[in-house]
């Protein structure tokens, strides 16, 4: 497993915690030794970019995931999404696509596979209307 999808991991068990929680995931990791972890940076850059960006975010999630509202659709899956358009709209050196199939790597191993298809199709129809996105 690379550092890059342990970091994503370990950011989504904050990020998956404070929904649970109903806190921030920034506080959460405050509390916790982040830094110490391989990739501990990339877990505190996708915390503050999902935090600083979570209402754009969940705005483009309650769009584009046609049938599901922001609270039926399962915790996990929803931060998963949260991670991944994070880096597809406000991480530049990262490839789209890198982003999509890590998003679908997690969903498989942690959530369902109907979970991995669904996360992708969300996914796949925000990448092609970024361009017209005002960010």
Known sequence: MSARRKARKRALDFLYEADIRGTNALELSV?????ELSQG????????GVS??????DE??????QGWDMDRMPAID???????????????DLDDQIAISEAIEIASELST????????GVLG???????????
């Open 113 to 120: 596979d109907d979970s991995a298809k669904y996360i992708n």
């Open 52 to 57: 600083n960006h979570k209402v754009k975010i």
């Open 31 to 35: 509390a916790r030794p982040v830094a």
């Open 125 to 135: 129809r925000i990448v092609v209307l970024k361009p017209s996105f005002a960010l």
């Open 78 to 92: 929803r931060n998963i999404l949260r991670i991944a358009l994070y880096e597809i709209l406000w991480e530049i």
């Open 60 to 65: 483009l999630i309650t769009t584009y995931a």
């Open 41 to 48: 940076e990339y877990v505190q850059v996708l915390l503050e």
